[in-house]
Every structure is written in C-alpha cells, then in structure tokens.
Nanobody, 124 residues
Framework: QVQLVESGGGLVQAGGSLRLSCAAS????????VGWFRQAPGKEREFVAQIVWIGGRTYYGDSVKGRFTIFRDNAQSTVYLEMNNLKPEDTAVYYCAAELRRLGKLPENEYDYWGQGTQVTVSS
C-alpha cells in the first residue's frame, strides 16, 4: 500500500509558476500510475494530469494543456506537476492519487490511494 504526500503549493501571482511534488512511500512506486486532481471551493474535483506507470504516457485536462507538465522521478519516488502561466482560475486544493499497474486515462473513482492535498492560490 502506498502513502502519498503533496507539497509545493502556495500563493503566486497570475502568470507565475509553481512545481508541486507528490512523494510516495510504502510501495514500489514505479508500478503506480499517478494522477493530479484539483478542487476549488464550491466545485467538483477536476482532473488535471496523469502519468502512466509504464511508457510514461501523459494525459492532461483541457484547461491546463500547454501550461502544466507532469513528470516522474522513480528513483525519488516522486511525481511532479510543473505549473506555468498560472491563472486565478487555477486556485484550488491539488491532490495526487495513485493506482497500481493501470493503463489508459483513469477516472477519479478508480484511484485507490490519495494524498491530503496542497493549496494553490493564484492572485490576479
């Protein structure tokens, strides 16, 4: 069973950048597909990005394509979300999630493991 801890959130001005980290422990990290989701106040949780455990295929939500990049460092058991050109509408709690040995784009309800989240606030 894997445990996930997000970090790297904070307050940034519009147009700025942040890098979020999702550090894993307790499992063979290289065998987990990892996704990032976010939830803004009063809104449903939204898919942001995903990286598949083998081959490294990535998926992105429409609202972040071209601005966010997901990548992983298996040696560090960490997945990163590089966020550039941030907008006020990116403000949310960002969560990482993991699922063992899954291919394809996973819906939110198919992830078994979740972190506690990290707050990202983008000021205008």
């Amino acid at each position: 069973q894997v445990q996930l801890v997000e970090s790297g959130g904070g307050l940034v001005q519009a147009g700025g950048s942040l890098r979020l980290s999702c550090a894993a422990s307790g499992g063979t990290f290289s065998t987990y597909t990892v996704g990032w989701f976010r939830q803004a106040p009063g809104k449903e949780r939204e898919f942001v990005a995903q990286i598949v455990w083998i081959g490294g295929r990535t998926y992105y939500g429409d609202s972040v394509k071209g601005r966010f990049t997901i990548f992983r460092d298996n040696a560090q058991s960490t997945v990163y979300l590089e966020m550039n050109n941030l907008k006020p509408e990116d403000t949310a709690v960002y969560y990482c999630a993991a699922e063992l040995r899954r291919l394809g784009k996973l819906p939110e309800n198919e992830y078994d493991y979740w972190g506690q989240g990290t707050q990202v606030t983008v000021s205008s």
